[in-house]
């Protein structure tokens, strides 16, 4: 595994992808440069004016369209789905450390042979898996340890924007909410007992999947149509009942003794996550999601996807 040989270095970060999500990581880089942790070198978007713009917004040294004609140390993906497999093979030989946003691939196949390069290479990994750094998920893993649920109820609802449409809600939605639960129950024993896409015909907008693992029943539900932003997790026991609302960030805990109420803060969840990112690359061994958890999760779609059309 590559590292600083001087912790006190500060790693050359390049950006590729300067769209709507890469404009808000620049945004969060900003503030990790002005702490010393990083220097904003390179922009890279197949747009050069996009790419030329950002980098003028932000202070990278370099905007170019391709992004192995940029030298740099960490490179962050920020680029459409469809694109991330094919643009992290690109940057690996230049790489010492490489942040793919999720889902990472689309498929089992291509995750298994990104993961096979990064090893072979010693690069330091990892997966734009979000929600792991939320506060709310930090606390509802605790819930779940204390409460021994019999299920768990997983929404992730909101409308999508037209350029995301084209792929399936279960990649781009549904993938968030298996990897935190992956993360938090450990990824053995998954089993997918029913699921649903709708379209049938088209990338699915809507899904529903029914897992169970051991005597836990656990049920994912993402839709791309709904008009409203809906991100909750429910715990069902014997005891109580926990909803985590993670766009108001609190949690209620419904009981017989009468109802509590957590409310949660904390540091802004992407920037918990690069800066978990970049100290990894400087060495700080800190958990996070690594391309072998994107195998896990798409693993788990690929099985979703074939019970539905079963």
């Known amino acids: 595994m590559y590292c600083c040989a001087d912790p006190s270095e500060r790693l050359r970060v390049v950006l590729v992808g300067a769209g709507r999500w890469g404009s808000n990581i620049a945004r969060v880089l900003k503030k990790l440069e002005v702490e010393g942790l990083v220097d904003l070198y390179g922009v890279a978007d197949v747009d050069l004016g996009r790419a030329v713009e950002l980098s003028k917004n932000y202070g990278f040294k370099v ?46 196949e291509e995750v298994t042979r990104l993961l096979d390069e990064v090893r072979s290479r010693g690069v330091v990994d990892q997966v734009g898996y979000i929600v792991r750094f939320d506060p709310v998920s930090v606390e509802l893993a605790k819930l779940v340890n204390q409460l021994k649920p019999y299920a768990l109820r997983f929404r992730r609802l909101s409308k999508r924007p037209p350029h995301m449409r084209r792929y399936p809600v279960t990649l781009d939605l549904m993938s968030h909410d298996i990897d935190l639960a992956l993360h938090i129950l450990g990824a053995e024993g998954f089993n ?86 970049i100290e990894r690359c400087r060495g700080v061994d800190l958990k996070a999601p690594t391309l072998e958890d994107a195998l896990k999760v798409l693993t788990v779609l690929e099985e979703l996807h074939r019970v539905a059309r079963a």
């Open 63 to 108: 905007a170019e369209k391709d992004p192995a004609a940029v030298d740099g140390d960490a490179y962050l993906l920020a680029v459409p789905i469809d694109s991330l497999y094919s643009t992290a093979l690109k940057v690996l030989d230049r790489a010492r450390c490489i942040f793919v946003e999720k889902p990472a691939a689309t498929s089992t």
């Open 192 to 277: 997918v007992v029913a699921s649903y896409l709708s379209p049938v015909g088209g990338p699915p907008q809507r899904a529903l999947a029914l897992v169970e693992y051991g005597d836990l029943e656990i049920l994912f539900e993402a839709d791309g149509v709904l008009p409203v932003k809906v991100r909750e997790v429910d715990i069902l026991s014997e005891s109580a009942l926990a909803r985590a609302d993670f766009v108001s960030r609190r949690i209620l805990i419904y009981s017989e003794a009468g109802t509590t109420e957590l409310r949660l803060s904390g540091t802004e969840p992407l920037k918990e996550e690069l800066r978990t990112f």
